[in-house]
């Protein structure tokens, strides 16, 4: 199937998309912040460059988009046009967020991964509870959390 739009449009589409500063982040950040916890951002010397880092509790924190990172749930579809090129895109993606993890756990880091529906779409949790998680996990010495939608 054709793409509906010129290339030149596409191109200037998939550009506005952001990696930083995205709306399932800012909510975390904002969250945690209210909730006391004091961070920092996308810190480029950690693998993955984290969205939040809290050097305090030694501890990441990833909001993970559910289409970017091939996510099993309702937000993830695979695309019908160009499979080829979503399937290496993705599945790159998929790579490098284990080698990622693996590097900031053999590092001595802790780490959260906060799936974009667990904060949008018809599986999303309060935000309070997601807050809440994260930071009862901060305040623990687990390894690892993940939180996705219902």
Known sequence: MADIVSADVRSRMMAGIRGTNT???LLLRK?????????RLHDRVL???PDIV???YRAVVFAHGCFWHG???HLFKW???RPEFWQAKIGRNRVVDARSEAALMEADW????????????RTRLPLENVISACADWLRSD?????IRGE
């Open 54 to 56: 809290l050097p305090r």
């Open 47 to 49: 693998p993955g460059k």
């Open 110 to 121: 802790r780490l959260a991964i906060v799936w974009e529906c667990a904060l949008k779409g």
């Open 79 to 81: 695309p019908s046009t």
């Open 71 to 73: 996510h099993d749930c």
């Open 142 to 146: 687990r390894q690892r959390i993940e």
């Open 23 to 25: 709306k399932p982040e």
């Open 31 to 39: 969250g945690l912040h209210a909730s006391g916890f004091r961070f």
